[in-house]
């Protein structure tokens, strides 16, 4: 997955989500790599940091 991709992503879910959709993101990573699916897992990874750079400095 690119980076564009990644990122058009993360806002998707923030938008559906708002200020829960970094959480969203790491549970869907962890069930992915619960499950076995590595590659899975780290997109979501990509995908919660995103969100984190988006939300900025001063959310947690």
Do not use: C, N
């Not at 938008?15 to 590595?38: M, N, T, V």
Request: overall charge negative; aromatic content about 4%.
């Amino acid at each position: 997955m690119t980076i564009s991709e990644v990122q058009e992503h993360a806002r998707k879910l923030f938008a559906a989500h708002g200020d829960k959709a970094e959480y969203e993101a790491a549970q869907r990573a962890r069930q992915l790599e619960e499950d076995g699916k590595l590659e899975e897992a780290e997109v979501w990874r990509k995908v919660r940091e995103a969100i984190h750079q988006m939300r900025g400095p001063h959310a947690s």
